[in-house]
DNA sequence: CAAATAAAATACCTATTTGTCTTTTATTGC
DNA sequence: GCAATAAAAGACAAATAGGTATTTTATTTG
């Protein structure tokens, strides 16, 4: 449903927004470890999301990636259109060029309300809660 | 959300769906032309969904392809995993290894109902349905 | 049968995504 | 200042998706 970059990027957050000691920094090598995702691969997805201001780093002994109080107010939306780009969430399911609510293509009407549910599910949960329910029910990431 | 060779094949086969004689065969070379799509890439996917028994086509003068009445019954969901596998409708939105219902990763619950919903509706509405729709709505493909 | 037609098969090419590795730069602590 | 650490930056490699072109095979019709 989305790319592996963003699946990745979300285990990420969610990992590092569930450590005990918020400011924590952990090392691209053991995210990638406790995650499972390619070393270098993950490294360069961070990078990109601190480039992006989704995420925190710092650099030397002791340093790492983290999630600054700002950071965790962004939603799992503000992620996936950092990654993937805006278009997304905007633009027909199933690429048809002309369709939009005046003009809608042949699936549109059916789709449209299971569309903007999933929409506004990802646009109104942000980091912190997420931290939470996963803590409160012990959710593994 | 789908790729291209997905969006295709569904706009060729509901524009096929669409004609006013059910046999009648459309050429590769003027289905891309009417659906604006790059014809050689058309005509690979075309041959596909044939080989995956989606579509029906004839060879020589007068041939080009064609839906059945079998072929009509399809509905999308079987055209999109033919395409692209049974794992786009099965298998956790944001990838997360273990996700289940008894075990849910942290956005399971709240997408599930929406998730479920547009499987749904992709499910059971048919080719024959779609096309109906189209024409008494008068839609552009 | 011969010519025309159109799908099927095949061979490539290009761009993007995913993944790997090395070098550079900044920071910390002795 | 020096050594260790860890992100940043950059260069590639492999796999997949998307796209183009040519050759082969089957069918129809005169």
Chains 1, 2 share one sequence.
Request: glycine share 6%; charged share 25%.
């Amino acid at each position: 449903m989305f790319s592996k970059t963003s699946k990745y990027a979300i285990r990420a957050i969610l990992y590092l927004a569930t450590r005990e000691d918020p400011e924590q920094k952990v090392g691209s090598k053991s995210l990638a470890n406790a995650l499972d995702i390619p070393i270098y691969f993950l490294a360069k997805v961070l990078q990109d999301l601190v480039w992006k201001d989704i995420i925190s780093s710092a650099k030397g002994p002791g340093g790492g990636f983290y999630l600054s109080e700002e950071n965790r107010k962004n939603s799992i939306t503000d992620v996936l259109t950092a990654v993937e780009g805006a278009e997304i969430f905007r633009g027909c399911v199933l690429g048809f060029p002309t369709c939009s609510e005046k003009n809608p293509c042949p699936l549109h009407t059916q789709l449209f309300s299971y569309r903007e549910g999933l929409r506004y599910q990802l646009n109104h949960i942000n980091i912190n809660d997420m931290a939470d329910r996963i803590n409160r029910h012990n959710l593994k990431i």
